[in-house]
């Protein structure tokens, strides 16, 4: 298995702990960069509505815009 080796990776699993207190120091090792809201959930949100008002199922790759204006046009067509 291919794993990604960039000098953090490797430093954080050197045996001289002081990697960890600086790269600490320098904002590394936070998860501050969680998005609001999960990406999937919204995107299967969507999903199931198109299924729902259209009675198919959508195209995969199509983005939350497009399924957004592929609903609205079908209800205003209704």
Request: aromatic share 12%; proline share 5%.
């Amino acid at each position: 298995m291919l794993t990604f080796q960039s000098y953090y990776n490797r430093a954080m699993q050197s045996p001289d702990r002081r990697f960890v207190r600086v790269f600490a120091k320098m904002g590394y090792g936070t998860n501050d960069a969680k998005p609001a809201t999960d990406p999937e959930d919204e995107m299967a949100a969507l999903r199931a509505e198109y299924e729902r008002v259209l009675g198919k199922r959508p195209f995969m790759g199509w983005g939350a815009d497009k399924l957004r204006d592929k609903i609205d046009a079908a209800q205003t067509e209704e």
